[in-house]
């Protein structure tokens, strides 16, 4: 199978920390992976798409300079939400892309739960 | 852009119920098409896929046909269980390595 595993699982912080998630593709490599915000009402919002080795592609309206991301090898990515506020709160998934022969699918982790107080 | 629409829901059922969740996207070319299913407090866990026009995706008693002409890929299941009880997300997927395009989703409870 293709696993992938986040960590940590859930977090609370206070208001101005910064906390970082990790995202690992198990059993597989993944040159791709991506990160989504996911509200309150279920949409999931992306993010941004990380290459291994190059700068993270942030879609619109998300801040670069607060939402950190690093994929520095082809099993790991990581997000790392700096000067966090309430309004950061929220369920983050990551996902990994899996490109076997013709077939491509994506991997999601499980989410971590973010809480900032 | 490409966009996915779903029934929003939430979809009341009882148990063994006839369950269909609506889903009609936008894109250009063919997309390959998605329905991912998420238990509470968990990620999302792909359920099925179909890559080509008239695909039929199946797996777990769920099924979801590529209907190129009406750009629907609806979900079905004959019989729901308690233990479908869930949130469904359609996606699209234009490009291989590019990231997925959600619906809102789609809350399904089923009672016994």
């Known amino acids: 199978g293709a696993v992938v595993s986040q960590h940590p699982s859930r977090v609370i912080c206070k208001s101005g920390t910064s906390v970082k998630i990790e995202c690992r593709s198990l059993?597989?490599?993944?040159?791709?992976m991506f990160w989504y915000r996911q509200f309150p009402k279920k949409s999931l919002m992306l993010m941004a798409t990380?290459?291994?080795?190059?700068?993270?592609?942030?879609e619109q309206g998300v801040e670069k300079d607060k939402f950190l991301i690093n994929h520095a090898s082809l099993t790991l990515s990581t997000l790392t939400v700096t000067s966090a506020h309430p309004e950061d709160s929220s369920f983050y998934i990551c996902?990994?892309?899996?490109?076997?022969?013709?077939?491509?699918?994506?991997?999601f982790g499980p989410g971590t739960r973010l809480t900032v107080t | 852009g490409d966009s996915v629409t779903q029934m929003e829901g939430p979809v009341t059922l009882s148990e063994e119920a006839f369950l269909t969740i609506n889903c009609t996207y936008t894109a250009t070319g063919y997309p390959s098409l998605f329905w991912y299913v998420q238990y509470p407090g968990e990620g999302l866990q792909l359920l099925l896929k179909?890559?080509?026009?008239?695909d039929k995706g199946s797996n777990k008693g769920f099924e979801a046909t590529y209907r190129k002409e009406t750009t629907s890929f609806h979900l079905e299941k004959g019989s729901v269980q308690v233990s479908d009880s869930a949130v469904y997300f359609c996606a699209l997927n234009r490009q291989a390595g590019t990231a997925l395009i959600f619906g809102k989703g789609t809350t399904l409870s089923v009672s016994s």
């Open positions: 179909a890559t080509k026009a008239d």
């Open positions: 059993d597989f490599q993944a040159t791709t």
């Open positions: 990380s290459n291994e080795g190059s700068k993270a592609t942030y």
């Open positions: 996902s990994a892309s899996k490109t076997t022969g013709s077939s491509y699918e994506q991997y």
